[in-house]
Nanobody
Framework: QLQVVESGGGLVQPGGSLRLSCVVSGGTLDVSAVGWFRRAPGKDREAIAC????????YYTEVAKGRFTISTDNAKNTAYLQMNTLDPEDAAVYSCAVDPRLRMPCLSPWGYDSWGQGTQVTVTS
């Protein structure tokens, strides 16, 4: 199992931005799928975005398109989720997952081997 640690969550006002980080140890992101998911209290887990580090192809769900951007810095073994125009409905625990086997489709949670503990995002005025 890879070790996955998220950071960057916190309290922001509506319309604000956050950049979440996902640091991976025990391997590299050179040939991987990386996904971001979220879960709010009382709700099911939602997929947000994923990326193939082989060619940089990105995939987004409807809630992410136009607001969130997934990226990686392979030299730092780190993935990011840039979140703009945040809404109170975005409040949740955000988790990063890594699949070193690059099993597709990457928006499904079932293909991921390693998960972080999550970072809390709160959006309120």
């Amino acid at each position: 199992q890879l070790q996955v640690v998220e950071s960057g969550g916190g309290l922001v006002q509506p319309g604000g931005s956050l950049r979440l980080s996902c640091v991976v140890s025990g391997g590299t992101l050179d040939v991987s799928a990386v996904g971001w998911f979220r879960r709010a209290p009382g709700k099911d887990r939602e997929a947000i975005a994923c990326i193939s580090t082989v060619d940089g192809s990105t995939y987004y769900t409807e809630v992410a398109k136009g607001r969130f951007t997934i990226s990686t810095d392979n030299a730092k073994n780190t993935a990011y989720l840039q979140m703009n125009t945040l809404d109170p409905e975005d409040a949740a625990v955000y988790s990063c997952a890594v699949d070193p086997r690059l099993r597709m489709p990457c928006l499904s949670p079932w293909g991921y081997d390693s998960w972080g503990q999550g970072t809390q995002v709160t959006v309120t005025s």
